[in-house]
């Protein structure tokens, strides 16, 4: 299977990404898969030009879209509002993305929290930052994760995730803890739209050992969750990205 139907982000949607451990990575990955894709966010994100063919600056996203050439080089559009630093540009307030889903005929893909290069996050109270009209929502974690001590070394907001899964900071994370911020309505759930279709992903199970760690990670947010419509495990930096999906 390819990564967009994998991902149930193979036709006409708003797809969001949350969590941590490969979510600018999906959004780069679909976005060169995908015919007329749009790359923005709701959050700030790193420069990504190089992974685009062309980023527009603009305060009216809608606009910049209906100006845009429609060559096979003309896409994906990276489209934000402002860069705020040398290193990253700021993110749209989530109703402008839901007015450039509303418009746009084509995938709309939106980089929907921060995670600061972490391998798992819990949201904060101001995040996700997620459009109403996300059609696909996709909570992220990495594999390897499991086995690390829950500490700011791999994991964003570590007290949080304590809460959600009851690991004390500073103890080894198991496939159960990543699971459980997964499908968490304070973690990977949360602020999903109710008719979003919700797909989990494990990123970097790049080998047979952390495939065995992620089979573990679908089972228990499977178990755990009937709001998720499967979890698919993946390699992102591989030609093949796709490992496994499991529903």
């Given at each position: 299977m390819d990564l967009p139907s994998a991902l149930a982000a193979d036709r006409r949607q708003c797809v969001a990404v949350v969590g941590a451990g490969g979510k600018k990575t999906t959004l780069y990955r679909l976005g060169s898969a995908l015919d007329r894709a749009v790359v923005t966010s709701t959050v700030r994100i790193p420069i990504f030009d190089e992974q685009v063919s062309d980023v527009v600056v603009t305060d009216d996203?809608?606009?910049?879209?209906?100006?845009?050439?429609?060559?096979?080089?003309?896409?994906?559009?990276?489209?934000?509002?402002?860069?705020?630093?040398?290193?990253?540009?700021?993110?749209?307030?989530?109703?402008?993305?839901?007015?450039?889903?509303?418009?746009?005929?084509?995938?709309?893909?939106?980089?929907?929290?921060?995670?600061?290069?972490?391998?798992?996050?819990?949201?904060?109270?101001?995040?996700?930052?997620?459009?109403?009209?996300?059609d696909t929502v996709l909570p992220i974690a990495s594999a390897r994760v499991v086995g690390e001590p829950l500490s700011t070394a791999c994991v964003h907001r570590p007290e949080r995730v304590s809460a959600l899964t009851g690991v004390a900071v500073g103890d080894d994370l198991d496939a159960t803890a990543v699971a459980r911020v997964l499908v968490s309505p304070e973690g990977g759930l949360k602020d999903v739209p109710d008719d979003a279709r919700v797909v989990a992903v494990v990123n970097m199970v790049d080998d047979d050992a952390l495939r065995a760690t992620g089979e573990r990670i679908a089972a228990e947010a499977l178990a755990h969750s009937?709001?998720?419509?499967?979890?698919?495990?993946?390699?992102?930096?591989?030609?093949?990205?796709?490992?496994?999906?499991?529903?």
């Open positions: 996203p809608v606009a910049a879209l209906a100006a845009h050439g429609d060559g096979d080089d003309a896409w994906p559009l990276g489209l934000v509002p402002e860069r705020e630093r040398d290193d990253r540009y700021r993110g749209y307030d989530p109703a402008v993305v839901d007015d450039l889903a509303t418009t746009h005929d084509g995938p709309v893909l939106v980089k929907a929290d921060g995670a600061r290069n972490r391998l798992l996050k819990a949201p904060d109270d101001r995040e996700p930052q997620l459009p109403s009209r996300a009937d709001r998720l419509d499967r979890v698919v495990l993946t390699q992102l930096l591989s030609p093949d990205p796709v490992v496994e999906v499991f529903a």
